[in-house]
């Protein structure tokens, strides 16, 4: 029989109902459906609002899940930096920071500083009451069972770290670990799409990365290594080694790292997507020849996601997503994808931007910690 946790569920989806939605759409009797209720409001997990329409002459109050009932952190550990947010769990940033760390930076000196950060920021922000959780997205693959890196290519040191446990043991709070470009990706679909179901987002900015939502929820792969398409072979390229020791992986080719180590050459100094990133947005006429180049690349393989999975959106994001990478993907990818497959297709740039993974996380971590099964189970049932 239904619990409490599936009531919540059914209201977190439709955003809002009354007492008589519950009991229409559970066919529960009217007796278990105000206990239900009657334990989410003891609980503080939904709040009544309002007297929006009258029936038989009662007024009937709407329920709403209480997006004040936990603050949440997200962490998203990048190339160059790391930015630390606090949420409500309508996904509203309160406050934010950024802390000079990035994952070149190690395991323990980064999760340190987050933690540093977190607690600094939860000092400093009115309203905090207590802290639902903390999700933290990493440039790597994640491995779903253990929330550890699984044999990321561009973290050393990070392979297999538990990163779950370190926080905990700091912050005493529940870990949710996500790869960046599936938190993204999400981010993305929750709020720039949320009538589009199925979207991949690629991350452009040192690396290259993308992010599956599949029927509205992030696909992972059995070993968290879907979308990693970044190590994809690109042929003729045999000559050009990545980051991860192979040669001729789309990243070495047509990543923000291989466009800073181009305009190095051309006499412009760089060394990550940031630096490509700042170019771009100075309009400097050969970061945006490269870019395009790169983006010629990235949808020839993108042409092929895109014909294996039929996503409604590809959303190009990091640092690099920009005017002449959005053109450039899609002068390869369409002509290379089959019609049926892009008929409904939108590419379109991040509108999130950097906060696409923020969104992403608290998203995640809200799923999990308010699941139906995990409110069934805090309620004792
Ligand atoms: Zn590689």
Known sequence: M??????????????????????????????????????????GLLVEKGTDRVTGGRPS???IFNDAHATVVAASVDTTHTSVALTDLAGRILAEDRIDVAVSDGPALTLNAITECTLHLIDRTE???????????????VDPDTGRPSQP??????????????????????????????????GEQRRAHPDSRSLCFVKVSSGIGTGIVLGGQVYRGADGGAGDIGHVKIAGHDDVQ???????????????????????????????????????????????RLTQEAGRVIGEVVATVVSLLNPAEVVLGGRLASAPLLAGVRETLYPRSLPRATRHLTVSQSTLGEHAATVGLTALLIDREYSAAAVNAALGR
Not at 127 to 141: D, Q, R, T
């Open 2 to 43: 239904p619990g409490p946790g599936d009531v919540l569920e059914l209201i977190r989806d439709r955003g809002t109902l009354t007492r008589g939605d519950v009991l229409e759409l559970t066919g529960l009797s009217r007796m278990t459906v105000s206990a239900r209720i009657d334990a989410l409001l003891d609980a």
């Open 61 to 63: 109050r709407r329920l």
């Open 127 to 141: 309203g905090v009451s207590h802290i639902g959780g903390i999700g933290i997205s990493v440039p790597g693959p």
């Open 153 to 186: 290519p561009i973290m050393p040191g990070w392979d297999a770290y538990p990163i779950p446990e370190h926080l905990h043991d700091a912050l005493g709070v529940p870990v949710l670990v996500s790869n960046d470009a599936d938190a993204a990706a999400l």
């Open 242 to 288: 990545c980051q991860c020791g192979a040669y001729g992986c789309l990243a070495a080719v047509a990543s923000g790292g291989a466009i800073a180590h181009a305009l190095t050459a051309l006499g412009k100094p760089a060394t990550s997507g940031s630096d490509v990133g700042a170019y771009l947005a100075a309009g400097d006429a050969d970061t945006a």
